[in-house]
T-cell receptor, first 116, second 113 residues
Framework: KAGVTQTPRYLIKTRGQQVTLSCSPI?????VSWYQQTPGQGLQFLFE???????NKGNFPGRFSGRQFSNSRSEMNVSTLELGDSALYLC???????????????FGPGTRLTVL | AQTVTQSQPEMSVQEAETVTLSCTYD???????LFWYKQPPSRQMILVIR??????QNATENRFSVNFQKAAKSFSLKISDSQLGDAAMYFC??????????FGQGTRLTINP
């Protein structure tokens, strides 16, 4: 079974631009979570989607948004990029369910975003 | 808020030896999950081992085992017969209720040949 895939793997943008990152979960997984990893703040939770609905949200500004499609693929968007948005963005998928929301998460290889 | 603490920023071990990485967490919940993930230089986050809080038996996966002390809120990882491929950042993580992992700061493990 194929693992979690993320595209693109690397991105370079300038301040003020916007960016969209994509994540395809493991087949059969319906929950997709996004994390930001930086040297200073470590790993921080952005949001989680389940069945096309945002189920949980971390403490990030509204410039960070996401969505999930009917095939469980998810996209994350960052508008008006700032230098501090430079980070590794990790996506994770899990089986998840409404009855049992907590489950093991499997991660993709990440997208390295550099903001100049 | 739940927190996870890894007090060892760096550890090193000789190849074939055993090493233990420490992790403590803070929660008022009784039902939760704990994980150890490894992140090699490729930056891919790989699941090492998982422990459900309601299980008293410590989880094991081949050379990897945990010492789960629920009352002490401690969750250490033991790596036996260390191999060069074990070199990575190791993250302890907690999850409860929602699909929101809370990570520790990580421990960088070096394997000396």
């Amino acid at each position: 079974k194929a693992g979690v895939t993320q595209t693109p793997r690397y991105l370079i943008k300038t301040r003020g631009q916007q960016v969209t990152l994509s994540c395809s979960p493991i087949s059969g997984h319906r929950s997709v979570s996004w994390y930001q990893q930086t040297p200073g703040q470590g790993l921080q939770f952005l949001f989680e989607y389940f069945s096309e609905t945002q189920r949980n949200k971390g403490n990030f500004p509204g410039r960070f948004s996401g969505r999930q499609f009917s095939n469980s693929r998810s996209e994350m968007n960052v508008s008006t990029l700032e230098l501090g948005d430079s980070a590794l963005y990790l996506c994770a998928s899990s089986l998840g369910s409404r009855e049992r929301p907590t489950d093991t998460q499997y991660f993709g290889p990440g997208t390295r975003l550099t903001v100049l | 808020a739940q927190t996870v603490t890894q007090s060892q920023p760096e550890m090193s071990v000789q190849e074939a030896e055993t090493v233990t990485l420490s992790c403590t967490y803070d929660t008022s919940e009784s039902d939760y999950y704990l994980f150890w993930y490894k992140q090699p230089p490729s930056r891919q986050m790989i699941l090492v081992i998982r422990q459900e809080a309601y299980k008293q038996q410590n989880a094991t996966e081949n050379r990897f085992s945990v010492n789960f002390q629920k009352a002490a809120k401690s969750f250490s990882l033991k790596i036996s017969d260390s191999q060069l491929g074990d070199a990575a950042m190791y993250f302890c993580a907690y999850i409860q209720g929602a699909q929101k992992l809370v990570f520790g700061q990580g421990t960088r493990l070096t394997i000396n040949p």
